[in-house]
């Protein structure tokens, strides 16, 4: 019986250490100018939360490296014509546009990726290159009265029309998982140990 129960707790622990945790080897932390993630997103979108989420969880990580600006574009039309300034200069006209949109120097990434964000993150700041006077210069010539907002406000605007977070499908199949077979653990060690 100690046997079973050994075996089920292996294998509930087998199905949570699968998460794998990622390490992005950010490189050292100079006078380089941080570099500023330009975010376009819209109140409610789960993809715009996503990211804004994945760059709350590692901030920490990467407030040398960042000054992020915002720019909600589904309930304010300014900054939805702006976005389309930003687009009409960055953007092929084949390729297909959404939010979020993360514009940093003359780079851009639509949707969300992680992997992809910290490399562009990781290269724009070790570039000499780099740079956001072109933004700069698309800001001003557009004479849009936008509204840029604060990181905070983003993370709150992203859950507006969709407050209520939702789990990881691996997490939640996870903590189901472990209570599932702990019960049945514990359940036969009880029934057995007379």
Known sequence: MKKLFLILSVICLLGISNVEAKNWHMPDVSDHEKIKLHIFYGNGCEVCHDLLNFLNDNYDMLK????????????NKDNNDFMG??????????????????VIGGEYLFGFDEDKLMELIKNSYIDDGYNDQNFALIKDSTG??????????MLVNSLIKDPDSKMP?????????VILFGGIGILFYLVYKK
């Open 144 to 153: 849009q009265n936008y509204v840029e907002d604060s990181f905070d406000k």
């Open 64 to 75: 040398d490296y960042i000054d992020i600006r915002g720019y909600e574009v589904w309930d």
């Open 85 to 102: 300034e930003v687009v009409d200069l960055l953007v092929p006209k084949s390729e297909e546009i959404g939010v979020p949109f993360t």
């Open 169 to 177: 499908g691996w997490l939640t199949i996870s903590i189901i998982v």
